[in-house]
């Protein structure tokens, strides 16, 4: 007989299976939701990634035809020693001891330094320098170029320390970077008899507290003419000056085109400085460029550094 007891009783087994599913359910839902997130199986490496190897530059100059010339004289012969190109070049410089105290690589700035105090100077002057010499002929520093066959010499650099000058109104002393120097031929030296081949600088580039002058030689008497042109002699030349601008210790940019009759001189991106007069016409010498850190002054405890990025000459 269905009763009521049995009613309840079978309510009370389908409430039980109800909250049994509903548990059930529930619990797989949790679990769904609690579940880590999955992970890469790869195992992380111990090793650190390989390191690369730093590249080291060098300042841009092709050694082939320039010498150096350094304001010691270690071997004792009366004059600054010298390195010719085959020395130096392929970065021959850099396993010459004796010259590595005064022209070394700075690899911070990729540049060339060059150093100098006064100490040993060469035959025609009072000053020290650890200058490059151009050979056009590296077996003959009697070949030279003239003015007709012109040259173009460029380059960036920066002065960066020189010494305090006490000794003149100047606030440091001043430094020779670039020149156009004056050399007898050999033709006119078997012509004339000279003892020496001794020229002056036709050109002479100065860093001066800061400020970049050009010294250009001009006659004195524009109708000095023949040999009387043949000599050093302030009488006959004198020096024209020209400030080009300031730099201070900044990097700089600096350009000499020597030509027939005429020579442009430019700093960085300024209009260049033009020469056309009939001193240069009448030049009479032939010619060699020199670059690097020519100190002028004699005082003690003096010096200088300077720093060539890159330079380069053409013919």
């Not at 004792?76 to 021959?92: A, H, R, T």
């Amino acid at each position: 007989m269905y009763t009521k007891a049995t009613f309840y009783n079978c309510l009370n087994k389908v409430l039980f299976i109800v909250l049994i599913a509903v548990f059930t359910v529930s619990c797989s839902n949790n679990d769904e939701l609690e579940r880590p997130t999955p992970t890469s199986t790869e195992t992380p490496s111990n090793e650190d990634p390989p390191e690369e190897t730093p590249t080291v530059n060098y300042a841009d100059i092709n050694f082939s035809n320039w010498k150096v010339t350094l304001p010691v004289d270690e071997n004792n012969n009366g004059k600054p020693d010298e390195y010719q190109p085959d020395e130096l070049v392929n970065f021959g410089y850099q396993n010459l001891t004796p010259v590595q105290p005064f022209m070394y690589d700075d690899t911070e700035d990729e540049s060339l330094v060059f150093y100098a105090y006064p100490e040993s100077s060469t035959t025609n002057s009072s000053y020290s320098r650890t200058e490059l010499r151009e050979l056009i002929n590296t077996s003959n520093s009697r070949e030279n170029w003239t003015l007709l066959e012109g040259g173009r010499m460029k380059g960036r650099l920066k002065v960066a320390s020189v010494s305090p000058d006490t000794s003149s109104n100047d606030d440091f002393h001043d430094v020779i970077f670039m020149q156009i120097h004056g050399i007898i031929s050999e033709e006119d030296m078997n012509a004339f008899n000279f003892s020496s081949n001794n020229g002056p600088p036709l050109l002479k580039i100065y860093w001066k507290d800061g400020f970049v002058w050009s010294h250009k030689k001009s006659l004195v008497d524009e109708t000095t003419s023949g040999d009387d042109l043949l000599t050093t002699s302030s009488a006959i030349w004198s020096d024209i000056k020209v400030n080009l601008g300031y730099v201070g210790y900044d990097a700089f940019d600096f350009e000499i085109i020597a030509s027939d009759a005429r020579l442009s001189v430019q700093l960085n991106n300024e209009t260049p400085y033009i020469y056309e007069d009939v001193s240069l016409d009448k030049w009479p010498f032939e010619n060699y460029y020199k670059a690097g850190n020519y100190l002028i002054t004699t005082d003690a405890n003096a010096f200088s550094y300077v720093k060539y990025y890159n330079l380069y000459i053409t013919h």
